[in-house]
């Protein structure tokens, strides 16, 4: 691509080019406007049109996927309201439906038939019905010298207008108003909501979370996260509650599947939910992220990690009991790390740096001349608030003694003390040491007096629930009154700077298309199938097989325990190269999981389920070199149905493609 932003010094330029030129295949973008981006696709090998991807006249591959539970992605592959979604998207499900006498999550869950199907109360799945810009209605009544709340205000009752027309007269019909470039623009999205959706096969963990907490994140992977659930209607085909009267819900689309197999260079796009990304922040922003919000939740974190990993190793009670909090403290952390070193390898701050001035000159005589100072300073402000908002989170709140004296429900049967115990005096010498006492409660400070130590305090707290009663109690007031006031206030500034600026930038930049900033509304991303390089003289092929699995399986490690019956498979012959998982370099974020992965025919050739930690900063900043999204090969989810759960039936009512 041509840099056409207006240049002014050679380090700008330079900065420039790097900034805007190296970026193939980055990008998440709105369905209804795929239009402004089909001829790069096609270019880059799609073969189908932008009508094919979201029409609201007939029936198109949107009409084929959902978000599922409100976080995940899933897709319909049959005709009669089969679903696919991840392993780790169902866990929650799967797990309420489990218990010693039959452990799902354990051992796996096949329906042999309709009837064996379960039902989960407050499961729901979203079909976008259509989305539109409707910036106009959203900002009737506005005018430019309005302040930022009394602005929010309008925002808000128009909006509320807008949905309540949009869902009249129509059955499940749920309605969004969503801000984009942030509140440059507003889309209405309007979705059908279905809220019957059973649960109809799950691998056991052993494939469906192979490699547990160590291979997240990673490449090589070998991990079959995937999961089956069928959505049902009442007899008009319309949500309904769930009654054994209902019937599969018939699609206006389902995917077909894709036998012909994924290589190197293949064109794919991932058709999904991006949850959040910060792709046009200031550079103070990113700083702030790499330098001081990642390692400081890392370190924190590590700690906690470290006291559940040490009582977890000592009693498989315990493993059980934690397994769940260890995987969600975990995954961020984990994140976190590839984050913070992708944004310093990347150089993002020096390079929005280099941008802003660049931008500025630009901007001299301009209405927004200055305003990444203003950013700057607004910035200044709120990170050392921001940070103690943070360490609350990563510690009062990881206390679950703490939870509990607040009256948040903890499960008493996940619940061991010695870990709280340990977590308490832990984490409240690191609130006590890495916070000014400005931003802590007088109770908190006074208390502190009254005991020699912080074992002691400890001992206290958890002795007397009165103890620990008002040191909660202290904590949370200080938090929700002092210093989340704090927080949101200039967050909201911010987000109006941030509004002037996003629209500077795309004025400033004409030539560069702009994509929104992920919100979890539908996006389509594409890229191709290809391996990376992590590290010098390092070179990843960008396809696993069951050959890898069988290499990494230990009965001794938890996480590469397989099932007896796929060592006695391979152990037949001829599946040493069935597939398993593969890379693609699309844009992808948390919310992503679970996304369909099509081909240039828009067949399913896989299930994304992850990221790569080496390009785990591609939420801050995209680099074709390292980001790479991981999906599950829709090979491997056909051969766990067939030979680990027997249920072949399942693959009569699915439409195969070569
Ligand atoms: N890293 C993936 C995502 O962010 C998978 C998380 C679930 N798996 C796990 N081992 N914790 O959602
Ligand atoms: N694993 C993530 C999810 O659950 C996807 C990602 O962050 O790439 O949405």
Known sequence: MKVKCVVFTLAAATSLLSMFQARADEGMWLPALISQRIADMQAKGFHLTAEDIYSVNQASLKDAVVLFGGGCTGELVSDEGLLFTNHHCGYGYIQRHSSVEHDYLKDGFWAMNRSEELPNPGLTVRFLERMEDVTPQVLEGYDAKMDE????ELVRKNSEKIRETAVKDGKGLKASVEALYYGNQYFLFVFREYRDVRLVGAPPSSIGKFGGETDNWVW?????????????AGKDNMP???SEDNVPYRPK?????????VKEGDFTFVYGC?????????SAEVDYVANVSDPQKIALRTTRLDI???????????RIQYSSKFAGVANAWKKWQGEEKGIRKMNTVAEKREFEKGFEAWAKGKPCEGITDTLASLYARRNPVFRAYEYYNETVRAIEKLQMASGRPVSAKDYYRPIDEETFTAMMTAFDKGLDDCYKPEYFLKSRERFASMEEWKDAVFADSLEAKNLAEALNTHYSKVIAPQVNSLGRRINLANRTYMKAQMEYCKDKTFYPDANLTLR?????????????GVSYNPVSTLTGIIEKDNPDIFDYNIPQTLRDIYARGGYEAQPVCFLATNHTSGGNSGSPVLNADGNLIGINFDRVWEGTMSDYVFDPDFCRNISIDVRYILFTIKEIGHADYLLDEMTFVK
């Not at 709340?149 to 929010?152: L, V």
């Not at 559940?308 to 315990?318: G, H, L, T």
């Not at 389509?524 to 010098?536: L, T």
Request: net charge positive; proline share 5%.
């Open 274 to 282: 991006p949850g959040s990304t910060r792709e046009y922040v200031h």
């Open 220 to 232: 090589p992977r070998h991990t079959g996260d995937f999961s089956i659930f069928r959505i049902y």
């Open 149 to 152: 709340e009394t602005r929010a």
């Open 253 to 261: 689309k389902s995917l077909k599947i894709s036998l012909a197999g």
């Open 240 to 242: 309904a509650d769930y």
């Open 524 to 536: 389509v991303a594409y890229g191709h199938v290809r391996g990376y390089s992590p590290a010098d």
């Open 308 to 318: 559940m990993k040490k009582y977890m190793s000592q009693s498989q009670a315990v």
